[in-house]
């Protein structure tokens, strides 16, 4: 299976990246999504996940770094996101809870980023803190787009507005969380084939990890308590995640 969500040019990898790509595989995690954050991020995702099967690069620059980006970035994501190797525009969107750039600055940023995806054909991949009529009404306004709403947190209503744009809703380690109920109410909800997990390594790690630097052979731990709570058995619920996967950011399935 995928994680659908990683970041293993983080830092935090610099010192074993190798062997925790090896434990993915040992794991039967044969391949994740690389997201960038910003335009550094984005160039090294996309070199470093040409020409490789394991790995997938997502372009694109998140809130947090929404003020650092100059006017001669946009012809150079563009390109980058342009290239068959990118999958996706991301991971990008609108966070309110820690106000690093302003939030007009994020918002254009954000625009001008869905307006690109829109024009190369390609998902989004969105980070939404806080910021909920904000991001719908933007995706709503530019239109024409598909996507993930990245880490996804909250009930069974926000379930089901994430649902209405037509994206998909991916779950990360927190499904694993003690206080999580009504975020487990949501995934059992969902309908299957609109569900995707990650890790979003470094960052979540599920139970009994948490706390831990997470790494996404731990995908697995979320992906069962997804099949313990849709009453699947775990390789039937990653087959069908890897199909989603699939549909929405067009890679060979050869990933298994
Ligand atoms: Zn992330």
Redesign the pocket.
Known sequence: MTDS???LLDAAFDGDRDEVMARARQAGVLAHIE?A?DMDTSRRAQAWCAGASDRWAAVGV?PHAAGEVAESDWAELERLASRPDVVAVG?IGLDYHDDGASRAVQQEVFRRQLLMARRLGKPV?L?VREADDDVFAAVNAVGGLSGVF??FTGDVARARRALDTGFYVSFSGILTFPKAEELREAASFCPLDRVLV?T?AP?LAPVPLRGRRNEPAHVQLTLARLASLRGLAAPELALRLEENLHRLFDFPMAVF
């Open positions: 969500h990683a970041h997201a954050v998140h991971e991949i980070h990245h880490c990650e979003d960052y």
